[in-house]
């Protein structure tokens, strides 16, 4: 009974910042990887970040890289996406996955990850 619940979204202006978190619960957390997706209006659910269960390894979306940055608290059970220099083509419902894992690897597709919230909106006006 894993579950994700995002928090954080909003609406900012062009060249803003957000702060998205996602809070787990019914899993043991570290010993899940977790990824940020987003999907916009008639656009199909892309990867924006990922990281490994203990939170050593990361991976960004080529196009997002250097704009945000994913984090975990293993403590508060707790995946943090950071995002800076927000455009309005950012805008879209970002959602949280997890899927247990044993190693280090980040799953980059959708189909890798089991488990997933229900989304917070992400709107950056022009």
């Known amino acids: 009974q894993v579950q994700l619940v995002e928090s954080g979204g909003g609406l900012v202006q062009t060249g803003g910042s957000l702060r998205l978190s996602c809070v787990a619960s019914g899993l043991t957390f570290s010993n899940y990887r977790m990824g940020w997706f987003r999907q916009a209006p008639g656009k199909e659910r892309e990867l924006v970040a990922g990281?490994?269960?203990?939170?050593?390894?990361?991976f960004y979306s080529d196009s997002l890289k250097g704009r945000i940055t994913i984090s975990r608290d293993n403590i508060k059970n707790t995946v943090y996406l950071q995002m800076n220099s927000l455009k309005p083509e950012d805008t879209a419902v970002y959602l949280c996955?997890?899927?247990?894992?044993?190693?280090?690897?980040?799953?980059?597709?959708?189909?890798?990850?089991?488990?997933w919230g229900q989304g917070t909106q992400v709107t950056v006006s022009s």
């Open positions: 996955a997890s899927r247990p894992s044993s190693t280090e690897y980040i799953g980059r597709a959708p189909s890798e990850y089991d488990s």
């Open positions: 990281i490994s269960r203990s939170g050593f390894r990361t």
